[in-house]
Structure formats: C-alpha cells, structure tokens
C-alpha cells in the first residue's frame, strides 16, 4: 500500500475524489437533484479534510460513509452511465482502503437489494458494461480487504458465479476469472488467518483418519473456505449447496477446475486441518470415484446398440479434468489417502489398456509422466503398498503398465485411429504419413533422411520431441478447452511413455544415488555380498541409530529396484531393438546403463545382471550365439517372462530386420564359425555403453564382468582387433575365414574403441580389491571359455582375456600381491594350452607380468620385501612344469631378460631363477637347452659375488645337469668348463664365501634346533665350504659316468685338476669324503659300465665323424674314461698321501685302491690293464710325482710311464713318506701338530698289500684259460712287461718278509708270463726279425727281476741263500724254452718263422705266434753260467743238484744240436757246459765222498755221448768251414774229458770213466755222414775228432806217471778200448776190400784204416816204452791177436794202405823173439 499512501497518491486521490463528484452531480442536475446535491457537499467535505488535516487518509476512513454515500446513491440510480461511473470511484476509494465496515453493510444491502433488478437489466438490456464493472468491483472489494464473511461473501461469489452463466462470452469468461480469484482469495484469507495465529498455537498435523470436528470450531476465513470448498463438491456432484445460495446453474466442468486449483495451491489448508482433509477424504476422493466409472466401464470396440443398458461413454473434458485432479491428490495428499490413492492409481494403470479409447490412453500417460519425474512419491508408493504385505504392488505395477503399454502400441496398431490422424493432417511434425511399412523412409533416391522413430516387425512409430527431460509437460491434459476427444498423433503415446520409462529411471536413479552417497559418506556401505555385516561394525550409539536408518533405506531402496526392474526391463529392451535414432537408442542405453549401476551399489546382483545383459545383447548382432548370455538371461528372466500380479508381460525377442546401417562385418568367435555376422552401427552403439559402464562402474559390476567382458570379446574378435605388446588390442587382420569388412566410420572408431578398452583396464587400479578380484575372475574364466574352444584344432583362438589380464595386471602394480596367485595361476594353465598361438600368450603374458612386476618401483622396494619378490618369481618356476618347447623358450628368454636387467639384485630369488635353468630336461630340444645356457654362463660369468653363497651349490647342481644333456655335445663340455670357472671361484673368494655359509649353517642350525629336526643337507657333517666342494666333486663324479665318451674325458680330467689344485682348501677331515664318496664311490660306478659296456661296432660317431679303431666300441670309450679315472685317482693317492695317510682308514682306502687296480689289471681291454699297472707303479712311487702343488696339475693320461729300475736304491724307498715341501708346511692350517709321520710296520703292511695284489694280478692274469676260440683274452705285451717291471721296486721294500714261497709265487707268474703267445697282427711291432738275436721288453724285465732278486739275496742274510737253487731252476726253465717253447694251455701257436706277417685276414682269428724264445733261453743262459761262476760252492746249490739240473737242461739242447731251433743254441750250450763243469767239477771232485754228485756222472756221461755222437745230421747246406769249425767244438769237448775227467778218475766212479773210454774210442774210429758228396768226404770225416780222441785214448794208455792203482786201471781201460776200436776197423777193411774187387774203396774209409794202421805202430812202440810190470798180459793178447788181421790186409790194392801196413807189421819183428812166456802167452 506504500503507493497509495505517499503524498502524490493521496493528492491525486483527492483530484479524482473531486472530479468524480464534479461529474455525478453533473449527470444527476436534472434527473436525481438529491445525489446533485450530496455529490456538492461531498466535494466541500473533501476539501475541508484537505485542507485541516495532515492525515488525509486517516480522516477520509473517519468520514468514509460521507464521502462513499454520493456514489452508493448514484448506484441506486440504475442508470447504466452513472452506475458506472459511481463503481469506478467506489473501486478507487476502496483501493485505497478508504471504506469502512459499516458502509459496506450498507453498499451490500443495497446490491443485495438491487439483485433482482440487476437481473432484469441483464435480460432486457444489451450493454453489458456494468456487468463487468461489477465483477471489478466484487473483486476489488474481496482482495483489498477482509470485511466480508459469511453470507455478504457468499452472496458476492453467487454473484459472479452468475454472471458466468451469461450469454455474453466476454462476461461469462471474465466472471470465470472471477470466481477463481475470488475462490483463491477466501483461500489465501485464511492461510493469512493461520498465519497469524501461528506464534498462539502451532498448527498440527493430521492423520488421515482423524473424526470429523465440528465446523463451529474454525475461525472466520477457515470457516468461509470450508463452506465454500463443501459447496464445490456438492456442485460438482450436482447437489443442492449448503452456504452459496442462490445459485442456478453450474457445470462440472468448472467445479472441478475450481477443486483442482484450491487443491493444488493450497495443500497445507488440508494437511493442517482436519475438518478439511475429513472434506477429501469423505467428498472428494468418492466423487472422483464415481466420476470416473464410465471411463472404467468402456472398452473400445464393443456394440452399444445390442446392449439393453447403454453403458456412457467417457466424456473427454471431465475425464481428463478428473485426471488433473486425481494427480494434485496423489502429489499433494498422498500421505493422507493411502488407500484412495491405492485406487487412483490402480485405475490409471486400467486406463492404459489397449481397449481404451486412444485419448484416454494418451491423458492416462501424462498422468503417469506426472507421477514418474517425482522419485520421492514413488518411493512412498513403493513404501505405502509394494513393501506392505496384502497390498497392490502399484509401483510395479505401474512400471509394468508402462512396459505392457508399448508393447501394446508395437503389437496392436492403433485402429480407428489411423483416419483421425490422417484427417488431422500436419499436427504431427513429420509431415503427411504414409504406410507404415517403409514410413521411416523420406525421400527416395539421393539421400536417405532417418526420422527418429521406433520401428519394430513392421510397425513404424515416430519419436516426438514431447517434452524437456525431467519435466512432465502434458499437451493433452491441458486442454481445458476442448469438449471433443483430440486427435492423438501417431506416436505421442509412445514418445510419452517412452519418456516417463527415461525419467523415471533417472529419478529413482538420482535419488538413490543421492541419498547413497550421503550414507556412504556418514558411514560406508558394503560392497555386493557383504551387506549383512554392515550394522556389526559400528559401536557408538549414534551411529547404530544411523544404521538402522540406513537399513529401513536400503530395505526400501532394493524394493524400489526389484518392483520396477521387470518392467523396465522388457520396455528398454524392446525399445532398444526398436530404437532408429542414435538419440533415443543413446538415452535407452544411458537407462540400462544407470539401472545396471544401481543394481550394482544395491548388491542386486540378478537385476544387475539382466540390465548389463540387456546391453551385452545389444551389442551383439542378432540371434548371436553366447552363451554366457544366454544362461544369464534363462536364469533371472525365466523363460522370458515375468508374471506380476497376474499379468504377464512377455519379453518380446529382438526382431531380426532392424533397418540399421551395417558397419562391419566379421567372423562370429565359435568352435565352427558358420558364415560372417554383422555389426550395426546401434551394436557399436551398445558396446560403447557397455565400455563405459565397465569403466564407470567397474567396482559395483561383480560377477557381472563376466557377461560384459564376454560381450565384449566376441565384439573385439568380431572387429577383428588383435592383441599387442603390453595386452592392448590393435586392429589387426583377421587370420582365417572371410577377412573381416568394415566401413571407414568403423575403421575411424577402432581405435578409439581399442583405446577405451585399454582404458577400462587401466582403470581397474580405481577398483577396491574384492572388484579387481571379480574382473580377474571374469577374465580367467573367459580365458577358460576360449582355451575350450581352442582345444583340438590350430585355428586362432581368441586372446582377449589373456590380453586383459596382462593388462589388468600391468596397471595394478601397486598391490600385485592381491591377485597374483589367481592371475599367474590362470596364465600358467594357458601356458599348458595345446593351441600354440594361446599357449605363446599366456607366456607373454606371465613373462611380461613377471619383468614388470621385478622393475616395477614396489613399496617398500623390492630388496626388502623378499615375500613379494620370490612371489613374483614362483610363477617362472612353476612354468617349468609346462613342457611345450614355446613356452619353456619363452620362460628362458625371460630369464635371461631378468639376468640382464635385476641380476644384481635379485638377491632369494636366484634359487628359483637358477631352479629354472635346471628344470630344463634332456628331452626338450637343442634351442631351448642352448637358451638355458647362455643363462647359466651369464649367472657363472657376471653374477657368482652378487648371489648369496647358498645359492652357489645350485648353481654347481644347475651346471652339472646341463653337462647330462645329451642334445648338443659342445653345451655339456662348456658345462664342465664352466664347473672348472666355479671352482677357481670358490677358490679365490674361499674365504668370504667359508665365512657366509658359517654364518647361514649357524643360522640353520639354530631354526633346526628350535623345531626339534636335524639340519639335513648333503655331506653333513662336513663344514659348509666343503660341502660346496664334494657337491662340486660329486657332479663332476656324475659326468665322468656320463654315456658320452668326451664328456666324460673332459669331466674327468676337470675333476682330477680340481681336487689337484683347490684340495689343498678342504679340511683335513674332509678328505675321509673325498676319498669315499667322491673318488672310490666314481671307481666303482667306472668299473661297472667298463665291464658292462657293449662290445658291438659302432659305425661312425654320429655325422660324418669317423671313429678310430681303437675307440670303436663302447668298451673301448668306456676304457679310455677307466684309465683316465684311475689315473686321477692314483694320482691323488701318490701326491696327497701326506693328507691321507694320517686320516686313520688309509690302509682300507690302500686296500681299496689296490683292489681297482687290479680288477683294472685283470679287466680284458689292454688299454685298462695296462694303464691299472702304470697307476699301480705310480702309487708304489716308482715313478717319482710332480711335487710342486703350487702348480695345478693337469691330467696326465696316456703318458706312458717311464719305469725306473735298476735305479731305484734299495734301503731309499723302505722310508715312510714324510713331506718338507710347501705343502707339508700347510699342513698347518689343519692342525698344530707336526706333520704325522706314519710307523714303518703300517708301512710294511702297505706294501705287502701291494705284493698281495701283485701277485693276484700277475697270476690271474698270466693263467692260460681252459678253453680257446677267437674272442679269448690274452694279455699283451707291454701288460705283461709292466707287471714284471713292477716287481723289482715292490720287492725292495718287501724283501725282508721274502720267503720260499713268494719265491715260488713269483716263479709262477714270470714263466706264465714268458710263455704268453702274442697275436700275429701284433707280432711285428713287439718281434725282432727272427734272425735278430734281441731279447722282448717282457724277457728283459723278467731277467732283471731275477736278476733283481739274486742279488738281493748275494747281500742278504744267510738264510736267504736257500733260494738260490729256486733261481737257478727258474733260469734253467727258462733255457728250456730255446728247444721247446712252453706251451700256453692249449692254444696253438705257430712258429713265429711261420707266421704269416703280410697276410692278416681282417676277421679270421687271429693266429697265435709263439715268441722266439731263444735269445731269451740263451740270455738266461749266460745268466745261469755266471750265477753258477759265483754260487757253485754254496752249500744249498751243492745240496740241491744244481749242477747236475743245469747239465740235464743242457743235455736237450745239445743232444739235439743241429736240429735245435737255433744253431747258436747248441753252441752256447757246449761253451756253457764246458764253462759250468770247469767251476763245477772240482766242486763235485771235492764233494765225491759225500755222494751229493753221485746222480750226476751218469747224467753228464749220457750229455757228452748225445752231444759227440748225435743222432741230428748237419744241413745240407752246412759249408765245410763250418763243418771244420763244429768240429773244433766237438774236439774241446774231448779236450775237456782229457783235461778235466781222466785225470782224476780215481775221484770219479768208475763206471762213468768207463763210459768215458768207450766213447773216446767210438770218437777214435772215423764215422761218417753218408750223405756228403764224394768230392767233400775226406773233409767231411771228423779226422781232427777221430785223431784227437785216438790221441786221448793213447795218451791214458800210456800214462807213465802212475801213482794209484786206480790210474793204472784207467791205462788198462784206454788200451783195451783203443785195441778192440783197431780191429773192428781192420776187420771191416778186410771185408770192404774183398767185397770191392776192383773198384777203390770210399776216401774216408781209406784214411781210416791208414790211421788205425798208423796207430797200432804208434801203439805198439809206447807199449814197447813202458815198463813191463804195468803192461797187463791181456794187452799183449790184443795186440798180438792183431797180427793174422793186419796180414790179411797184404793184399789190398791201395798203395797209401800198403805203406801204412808196411810200417805197422815192422814193429811186429820184436815179437818173433820173444822170451818163452811171453810167446807163450802172445800165441794163447
């Protein structure tokens, strides 16, 4: 009012006020002077309050009814021009509050009064101004003030409800107007009246079904708005009102707007009072009812004329008025008609039937547009009914309604309508409609233009812009004008219901959403499958009560979703199918999308599922099969329908001929894809959807990432994107089928597809940890769908999930720990995939997470989280179990990946990464075992200092296996190469690495103890540092068994050049190990495969390698690595003895030792036996050892040994080993005592084992076998030689305990040695030509040995000369072989002439060769000759016979003299007899009277004959100088007997002298050869023999210095020999000659018989010399007796003869005068 009171108001207020009067006394001068006259005093009135007072306005109210009665009397006039302008001024003053109550009494009686006369004004009258002015006026008074109540009021609004039923249209609208003011007003009267009685008593809530109060209890204004809302329903209902009397006519219509507006814009009015809100509930609410049965009773279609009881037909203006209303009540009283608003809506739902009219179904979904953009009021529906248990689900229900109503519009096409819209012409903006068939189409030809628009099974429905999102703006229900049903254009219902489906969802979506993050931020909420435990874990009070409110929230919350998620459900699904427009296809999507991720945050997880399935299929093309979808869908929509409250609502499957524009074209991802699908541009749409929502809300998806990331594979495959380094996806060709087809819009969108995927696995790094672990879940079960599929054929398999799971893995760095075990154990089962292609990614995928994980920058660091790094690298390890070669390649190349970038710091993982290069097996091919080696030599090259020393006996394991790799020789060489770089590691960092292990054994050792278990670890008890070493020792053990020969050379040698070099490191007690378990422990294992290994041929040595013979058999390799190993060993026992004797078991390891050596000796391989008998020199010191060890000896193997006898000292090697070098010095470290030096006795026990094993040796292996064929074994040669040279040196230290019986042993061995035959290919590398007289390498040796020992015993002790004859026999053995070489059990042997040298047969057996024995025979001989020259007198070689053995022995030889097998032999003989009986006989001269010799005479009497008078015939081609020189020979012989023999023969038994005699005189006598020729027969006699032994026997005929009987005998015996030998020859002579006649007889008997007769003079001169007395009287009878023979021969023809005879018959006169008894006797 500030306006009106200001001083320019109120000046101009006073003008009008004056002119107004002016005017009304001017219109009533002539016909009404009464008003003139008032209307004067009334200007004078106004003036003078004017003019005295100050408060104009003040004073005008006091005087009001002065002023105002001019005007009311003008009004009594009822002249329209001055009534007019009376209400004017009236309405000026009353606008200035200038009218009283008082006056107003008045006025209204007047008007009251003036009611009827008004009416006849209207009826009678066309001007219908006042009418007007009337109602300005009623209304001016009613809103400035509130002086009129009760009846005034009600007859004022009478009035203008009257004046709305008038003809005038203009009056009629603008008494509309007023009513509705003024109703608002008496409204708004009492609101103000509340107001102010607000502070006295605050206003209160009703319920709704309170009683009802009496009236009488409202104040003024209530009680007037009370009266007039009752009367409005009693109009509306077509009642008689209560209070506005006097009305006539009124239309429902209007009474119904007229609710409709108190109801909306005043609700407090009925929330706050009860007797109103009794008024809805009592008044309203069952009038609506009523009003609305017509429209339930219709159905469309139905024939009204055959019915008897015309049903009504609803009536558009009041149904849809109704509707308004119904949708005030149920926003604005909902609390308060619970129960009503039930059946108000249930009827809304009934409206949406296809059977209603189509106005009533389009009014009907604008009501429920209302209904849908106020999620809070759904929330209450869903509260008040779906969550009470009998009521109506009406929140599902009305979702439900919704859905089943576009279904409907799809299915049934809209009949009847079709011609109304079609008349209705361009209501709809399409334009003109033409069939729906192709109605999306408009234009032909040139460009296509899509029109938004649903289009499903033919049936083609525009999408109108209807409304602005979130707003529910109804074109139908506000068409308040309209009496007739519209027209509804094709597709408005859809748009509408389409629209409430969108805000509903955003609705229920936001409000959720909204009132979830306030919760979450007062307390967080749990996550899906959690949410029991959300109220347990709070403790304050305060906080429970929030629980519990968040419980009733959530509890409604979840209710809301599950009433509405069906409906919503199958409505988007279908209008996605449906859907022509990318922006509707977008918003549906943006729905199903929010549902899905509010079902997500709800934990409803079948909902969740269905919506994201929804999107899944749309993104896929039609009728595709998947079947994660499938079973998804089959299970939350069972059977594709859902019943709800009796009603069905069918899920109506997608339609397969969607007018979509097709944008790819690819391969479906199947086992057996059949043809392409096709990607439309709405598929690309849907997946974009789908991208997001996983991106967005990955962490509510759950379970649910299954079915998107199962979508999503089969598009990407579908796309044909392809998997790059590091998981992301690139488009790449499609491999097989049909290359895949796609547009450039699509080819555009790849990679920002790709992108985003990669994206939304970036962003799993957001998700807590239980989401990440259900995308990895999805994932690997993904992966296992597609390694199924891939399962039995090579066809490209899908590698989206593993991709993923790299990726995923990548980006979730930071808290690896969480899902590393299911992420590399998922991987590691793909790395076992038959499909290459899979298999290769899932390496790279564990690779690569492998190498990220490593690199990445952990919190804390890696280094000192050493959980997280042997995490990280277990799965490496475990892919070892995987035996494809791929992926083992892969795993290495890793490896040597980590080597190279975390080799220094990966510190407890190396076990593992070396565990890897050791799980690499022989069978799995050359790349990869070349891998893991390249590895291994990186980790020996660079990385040993960086590793903890632990690790290093692995590292020794690792190189070991890698040298039992058979695949690639070169790799297990290097191997051992790298062992050999190891050890010189462990040797140079010995004493860190000694100190680390301590360290770590204590450590052990202590968590061993604590546990109550011993530390168990291999060679226990040895120190740490040692047992690096026996593991080192033991895996260089283990190669030198390995199949491969050079492998096993080369770990030999290494092993034996270790323990050489680094020995000297270990602890004294350790080398008890070394010995044991390293050395004897390989032996034995040597030894086995030695004698085990095959003997078959092999051909060639793998490739073109040609295999020498000598290696050509797998016994032959297996010998080589025996004699290495040997070697090695002996060599350790000889150089290191100072260690190993002190160890207490040194003659057990001695024993041991010795019996290799023999089973080495006695093996059937020459090249093991003979090298056994160098190791065996070698560990008797015979051959002197390297004694430096500051030099790392490296192996000596087939060197031959060189054998040093003869020079060996004798005492010299008897001493105990004690050392001086440096090597005793270290000693030291060991222990504090002096090196021990060990007794003489354990010494000498040693070295008889020794013998022992000699002995065996030699026996065992010289004893010919009992049978013979061509495989036999004789042992060579150089074996036999060794052993005998071995002899010498052992029996140095052994000769003290040397008795007979070793004697014997020994005996036994060197004649079974001599005797070995050897084989005639060999034979010419061991034989002399035969001519040559030279002595084999063996012969010598075994001479030197005797001769070793028959020295020995010339120094030694008396006792020990009773050997001599044992020695002697041996020797005389031995001559006997010159005439009769032994025989080697019963083999064959040719003569080594006759052996055939040129001609060895490559497969015959080969023939034995004896050797030539004699230069042996004839040496030993010599030798026999010179020890007699020294020993003869010696009581044992008297005792025992030697004499008379050796000429036994000689008796052979010389009997057979020519035909022995050498003519030296013979010679030699006779030199040696005639030597050995000069030194001997004296010897048996000065014994005869002991009869020791006795046994010998007869012998040496039957030696001489067989030499003189052998039976063997010399060779024909013997020359005659020879002959002359053999016969010199025979003639010393004789000189011997006469020199040595006849002499003494009183000494000698007589028998033998007589012997001697008579073959003097066989020898004395010519004998002859028949076989020489004529011309050689006077040399070929033996004359010089002849003479010298006729000479002999003469000389003792005429011994004349007698001296003994016995001498006179032995004259005797020589002249009755030499008397009886003449005339035998005479005798014969005689015979001869006469026999002969003419012819001359043969030379030599000639020369003979000159000779006897030459002697027989000679005869008998001496006899005639000698004294008589010793001249026996038999003698004389001889020669006498020869006269009458030599008579006879007078008459022979040979002149020579003559002669002869002449001088032998001269001597003869002496006896013609004999004295008288010597005739006598001479004639008897």
Same mark, same amino acid.
């Given at each position: ?88 001024? =009236? ?97 708004? #009267? ?21 009683? #009802? ?69 009592? #008044? ?33 203006? =009041? ?243 599950? !009433? ?354 050791? !799980?690499? #097996? ?207 060993? %002996? ?181 079974? %040695? ?52 044992? =020695? ?63 020993? %003869? ?35 030699? %003989?006779? !030199? ?66 006469? !020199? ?69 005998? =032995? ?114």
């Amino acid at each position: 009012m500030s306006g009106t009171n200001s001083p320019e108001a109120v000046k101009k207020l006073l003008e009008n006020m004056q002119s107004d009067l002016r005017a009304l006394s001017l219109e009533c001068k002539k016909k009404f002077p009464p008003v003139k006259e008032a209307a004067e005093s009334g200007i004078i009135k106004v003036k003078t309050i004017a003019a005295r007072n100050t408060e104009i306005l003040a004073a005008l109210k006091e005087n009001s009814s002065e002023v105002v009665q001019p005007f009311l009397m003008g009004c009594g006039t009822k002249e329209p021009k001055i009534t007019q302008l009376c209400l004017a001024a =009236i309405q000026r003053l009353m606008s200035h509050e200038v009218v009283s109550e008082v006056v107003w009494r008045f006025y209204l009686n007047c008007l009251t009064a003036a009611g009827n006369i008004i009416n006849m004004l209207w009826q009678l009258m066309e001007n219908s101004l006042e009418e007007l002015k009337l109602l300005q006026t009623v209304l001016v008074l009613l809103t400035t003030n509130t002086v009129v109540h009760d009846e005034a009021l009600s007859k004022a609004i009478v009035l203008c409800f009257r004046l709305h039923f008038t003809k005038d249209n203009i009056t009629n609208n603008t008494a509309a107007a007023t009513v509705r003011q003024v109703v608002t007003v008496v409204f708004e #009267r009492m609101v103000a009246e509340d107001e102010r009685h607000r502070d006295i008593e605050p206003p209160v809530l009703i319920q709704g079904n309170s009683n #009802r109060r009496s009236v009488s209890t409202l104040r003024p204004c209530a009680k007037d708005a009370y009266m007039l809302f009752q009367d409005l329903c009693q109009l509306v209902n077509a009642d008689a009102p209560y209070w506005l009397v006097g009305m006539t006519e009124m239309t429902r219509t209007f009474g119904l707007e007229l609710l409709e507006s108190v109801l909306n814009d005043f609700p407090q009015v009925f929330l706050q009072h009860q007797e109103f809100s009794f008024l809805l509930k009592e #008044r309203v609410c069952p009038l609506v009812i009523k009003l609305f049965s017509p429209n339930i009773k219709f159905r469309q279609g139905s024939s009204t004329s055959s019915s008897p009881a015309p049903v009504e037909k609803p009536y558009f203006p =009041i149904c849809m008025r109704l509707l308004r209303v119904v949708s005030v009540l149920i926003k604005q009283f909902y609390s308060l008609l619970v129960t009503e608003c039930e059946i108000f809506l249930s009827l809304l739902v009934k409206f949406l039937d296809a059977d209603k009219p189509q106005w009533l179904r389009a009014v009907a979904v604008e009501s429920i547009h209302r209904l849908c953009v106020q999620p809070q009021l759904l929330r209450s529906f869903c509260q008040s009914y779906d969550m009470k248990q009998h009521s109506t689900k009406v929140f599902r229900d009305i979702v439900n309604a919704l859905g089943s109503f576009i279904q409907s519009l799809f299915l049934v096409p809209p009949t009847g309508n079709a011609a109304a819209a079609n008349q209705a012409g361009n209501n709809n903006a399409g334009g003109p409609v033409s069939a729906p068939a192709n109605s999306g189409m408009v234009g032909v030809g040139g460009g296509v233009t899509l029109l938004p628009a649903f289009e499903y099974r033919g049936t083609w429905i525009p999408i109108l812009t209807i409304t602005v999102q979130g707003s529910a703006k109804a074109t139908y229900l506000e068409m308040l004008d309209k009496v007739e049903p519209p027209t509804i254009p094709e597709g408005y219902a859809m748009s509408v219901a389409f629209h409430c489906l969108l805000d509903l969802v955003r609705g229920i979506t936001t409000m959720i959403e909204g009132e979830l993050g306030e919760s979450e931020t007062e307390c967080p909420t749990v996550t899906e499958g959690a949410s029991s435990q959300s109220s347990g874990q709070r403790d304050v009070q305060s906080a429970s009560d929030q629980g519990e409110k968040e419980t009733v929230s959530r509890a409604v919350w979840e209710e809301m979703v599950s !009433a509405c998620w069906c409906g919503l459900l199958a409505a988007l699904s279908l209008l996605l199918d449906a859907s022509t427009d990318e922006a509707a296809t977008e918003n549906i999507l943006k729905a199903e999308l929010s549902m899905a991720a509010l079902c997500g945050r709800l934990g409803l997880v079948t909902s969740r599922d269905a919506f994201i399935t929804a999107v899944c299929k749309g993104s896929l093309p039609p009728h595709y099969a998947l079947t994660v979808l499938n079973a998804a869908t089959a299970a939350t929509l069972s059977n594709k329908s859902y019943s709800i409250q009796g009603q069905s609502v069918m899920m109506i499957s997608p339609s397969s001929e969607s007018h979509q524009q097709v944008v790819a074209v690819g391969q479906p991802l199947a086992v057996q894809p059949q043809g392409t699908v096709m990607l439309t541009s709405k598929n690309i749409q849907c997946m974009r959807t789908l991208l997001n929502l996983a991106h967005c809300h990955g962490a509510v998806l759950g379970t649910s990432w299954q079915l998107v990331l199962a979508t999503l594979q089969h598009l990407v495959w579908i796309l044909g994107l392809k998997p790059s380094s590091g998981g992301a996806l690139k488009p790449g060709r499609a491999v097989e089928g049909p290359s895949t087809v796609l547009t450039t819009a699509v080819m555009t969108d790849l990679p920002v597809i790709s992108n985003i995927l990669s994206r939304l696995f970036e962003s799993s790094q957001y998700l807590d940890d239980v989401s990440l672990h259900h995308l990895i879940n999805a994932l690997c079960s993904l992966s296992l769908e597609a390694m199924d599929m891939a399962y039995g054929n090579n066809k490209e398999p899908s590698l989206f999930a593993v991709a993923k799971l790299l990726e995923t893995g990548l980006v979730n760095m930071h808290r690896i720990e969480i899902l590393w075990r299911p992420l590399t154990g998922h991987l590691l089962e793909v790395c076992q995939h038959p499909n290459s292609r899979m298999r290769e990614w899932g390496a790279e995928a564990l690779t690569s997470l492998i190498k990220a994980g490593l690199t990445f920058n952990h919190e804390p660091p890696l280094s000192q989280n050493q959980r997280l790094q042997l995490l990280l690298l277990n799965p490496l390890k475990e892919m070892s179990n995987v035996n494809h070669p791929d992926i083992r390649l892969k795993q290495l190349e890793c490896v040597l990946q980590i080597l190279q970038s975390q080799g220094d710091s990966l510190g407890p993982g190396w076990p593992l990464v070396l565990g890897v290069m050791g !799980a690499i #097996r022989n069978d799995q091919g050359e790349s990869l075992i070349r891998t893991a080696f390249q590895c291994l030599q990186l980790v020996v090259t660079d990385f040993l200092p960086t590793m903890p020393c632990s690790c290093l006996q692995i590292v020794v394991d690792v190189a070991g296996s890698f040298g039992l790799h058979n695949q690639e020789l070169n790799i297990s060489l290097t191997s051992i190469g790298l062992l050999w770089n190891i050890s010189d590691y462990f040797f140079q960092r010995g004493e860190t690495i000694e100190k680390e292990l301590n360290k770590e054994e204590a450590v052990q050792q202590k968590q061993a103890e604590e546990k109550g278990m011993s530390l168990n670890r291999p060679f226990h008890p040895a120190p740490p540092f040692d047992c690096l070493w026996l593991c080192l020792y033991a895996k260089l053990g283990e190669l030198c068994v390995d199949p491969r020969p050079a492998v096993r050379k080369s770990a030999g040698q290494t092993l034996f050049s270790t323990i050489g070099a680094h020995g000297t490191l270990l602890q004294h007690s350790t080398w008890h190990t070394v010995v044991w378990k390293v050395l004897f422990h390989l032996l034995d294992r040597v030894r086995e495969s030695s004698t085990t290994a095959d003997k078959e041929k092999i051909e060639s040595g793998g490739g073109n390698i040609l295999i020498h013979h000598s290696r050509d058999t797998a016994e032959k390799q297996w010998a080589e690595t025996w004699v290495l190993t040997l070697a090695g060993v %002996a060599r350790i026992f000889n150089t290191r003895r100072y260690l190993l004797q002190p160890l207490g078991d040194f003659s057990r390891a001695w024993d041991v030792l010795l019996d290799h050596i023999q089973s080495a000796a006695l093996s059937k391989n020459n090249e093991v036996s003979l090298a056994a008998l160098k190791s065996f020199q070698e560990i008797l010191q015979i051959v002197s050892p390297v004694r430096d060890s500051e030099k790392p000896e490296t192996p000596v193997v087939n060197v031959p040994v060189p054998v040093l006898i003869g020079s060996i000292s004798g005492p010299g090697l008897n001493r105990p080993f004690v050392r001086t070098d440096s090597i005793g010095e270290k000693l030291g470290r060991y222990s504090s005592e002096p090196p021990v030096v060990t007794d003489e006795l354990e010494d000498l026990n040693l070295w008889w084992a020794a013998w022992n094993t000699w002995y065996r040796i030699g026996s065992e292996s010289t004893k010919p076998p009992a049978a013979f064929d061509k495989l036999t074994f004789i042992p060579s040669q150089p074996f036999l030689t060794a052993l005998i040279q071995i002899f010498p040196a052992l029996y140095q230290h052994i000769k003290a305990g040397f008795n007979m019986d070793d004697l014997q042993k020994l005996g036994v061995i060197l004649h079974s %040695a001599v005797s070995v035959p050897i084989s005639s290919d060999a034979s010419p590398f061991i034989l002399p030509s035969y001519t040559e007289a030279v002595l084999t390498s063996l012969q010598e040796a075994v001479l030197t040995a005797l001769d070793v020992l028959q020295k020995a015993i010339c120094v030694g002790p008396e006792n020990m000369q009773i050997m001599y004859p044992a =020695i002697f026999d041996q020797l005389l053995a031995f001559v006997e072989f010159s005439c009769k070489p032994p025989q080697y059990g019963q083999l064959e042997t040719k003569h080594v002439a006759n052996a055939k040298y040129n001609q060895i047969q490559l497969f015959a057996p080969a023939e034995w060769v004896a050797l030539n024995y004699v230069p042996f025979a004839e040496r030993s001989l010599e030798v026999v000759v010179d020890l007699y020259q020294k020993t %003869a007198c010696h009581k044992a070689v008297v005792n025992e016979k030697v004499l008379q053995n050796i000429i036994k022995t000689l008796r052979v030889p010389l009997s057979l003299k020519y035909s022995c097998p050498s003519e030296s032999t013979w010679k030699l %003989a006779v !030199a040696s007899l005639l030597k050995v009986l000069s030194i001997g006989l004296p010897v048996a001269r000065q014994h005869a009277s002991s009869g020791k010799f006795d046994s010998m005479w007869p012998e040496l009497a039957s030696t001489l004959e067989d030499f003189l008078f052998t039976k063997s015939v010399p060779p024909d081609n013997l020359s005659i100088q020879e002959f002359q020189r053999n016969e010199s020979i025979d003639v010393e012989v004789v000189q011997l007997i006469s !020199a040595e023999i006849l002499p003494y023969a009183n000494l000698i038994p007589r028998a033998f002298v007589g012997q001697m005699m008579t073959m003097l005189n066989r020898g004395s006598i010519h004998s002859q050869s028949s076989s020489f020729t004529e011309a050689e027969i006077d040399i070929r006699l033996r004359e010089e023999f002849s003479k010298m032994c006729f000479e002999t026997l003469l000389q003792f005929s005429f011994s004349n210095k007698v001296t003994t009987p016995q001498e006179g005998y =032995i004259s005797r015996m020589a002249l009755s020999v030499l008397l009886k030998r003449s005339q035998d020859v005479l005798h014969r002579y005689i015979e001869d000659e006469r026999l002969s006649g003419k012819c001359p007889l043969p030379r030599q008997q000639v020369t003979e018989i000159i000779f006897v007769l030459k002697a027989v003079s000679t005869l008998i001169d001496s006899l005639k010399k000698t004294q008589p007395e010793n001249v026996d009287g038999n003698t004389w009878e001889q020669v006498i007796a020869l006269y009458p023979t030599l008579v006879e021969c007078i008459t022979c023809s040979s002149s020579e003869v003559c002669s002869a005879l002449k001088e032998a018959l001269v001597p003869f006169k002496d006896f013609m005068q004999p004295p008288a008894s010597k005739v006598q006797n001479g004639e008897s």
